[in-house]
Each structure stands twice: as structure tokens, then as C-alpha cells.
Nanobody, 114 residues
Framework: QVQLVESGGGLVQTGGSLRLSCAAS????????VNWYRQAPGKQRELVGF???????FYVDSVKGRFSISRDTAKNTMYLQMNNLKPEDTAVYYC????????WGQGTQVTVSS
């Protein structure tokens, strides 16, 4: 059974950077999409961005120009690079890999202090 293990979250000051990793424990067949979501306290989970199998990326306006999604297929790992972090980026971040099935990571906390 495939599991996604996230890491890289933590506490950072405004303007700082973090890189989240999402490592798949097994082979995921026919990955179509890798999504990153976040959920702030008291709010609904929201899409941050995604990368398609062909490498096309999409980001929501609030993170565009600051966040970057990438994949290392050899390591079976997906990344979310977050730069110029703001307090409103504070949330639990989740990776979601869509292949023939959909898999979710356990989430990692990102806290940005002002």
C-alpha cells in the first residue's frame, strides 16, 4: 500500500522560506497530478497549486510567484518550495497524488510568525 510521508514544516519568520517534501513509500502507477493543499485553523482546505504529469504547474493567486511545485521521479518525492512566507500562509499543508487512485499525506504544520 502506498503511503505519502510529508516533512519540512516548521516555524519561520515572515519573509522566510521552507521546502516541504512528500515522499511516496511505494510506486504510484500513472501519476496524473500532484496537488498541494492547505488548511488554516477554522477554514476549509484550499488548493495551493498542482503539477501535472507533463510538468505544467498552476498556483492560486495568493501564492503565485512565491511558491513552486516540483517532482523528483527518481526519488518518488514531490516538493513545495515556499519563499517570502507571510503569516497568512500559516496552515497544515497536505500533498495529494492522483494516479489510478488518490493518495494523501498526513499533513505538515507551517507556522509563519509576524
Amino acid at each position: 500500500q502506498v503511503q505519502l510521508v510529508e516533512s519540512g514544516g516548521g516555524l519561520v519568520q515572515t519573509g522566510g522560506s521552507l521546502r516541504l517534501s512528500c515522499a511516496a513509500s511505494g510506486s504510484i502507477v500513472s501519476i496524473k497530478l500532484v496537488n498541494w493543499y492547505r488548511q488554516a485553523p477554522g477554514k476549509q482546505r484550499e488548493l495551493v497549486g498542482f503539477i501535472t504529469a507533463s510538468g505544467t504547474t498552476f498556483y492560486v493567486d495568493s501564492v503565485k510567484g512565491r511558491f513552486s511545485i516540483s517532482r523528483d521521479t527518481a526519488k518518488n518525492t514531490m516538493y513545495l518550495q515556499m519563499n517570502n512566507l507571510k503569516p497568512e500562509d500559516t496552515a497544515v499543508y497536505y500533498c495529494n497524488v492522483v494516479g489510478r487512485l488518490s493518495y494523501w499525506g498526513q499533513g505538515t504544520q507551517v507556522t509563519v510568525s509576524s
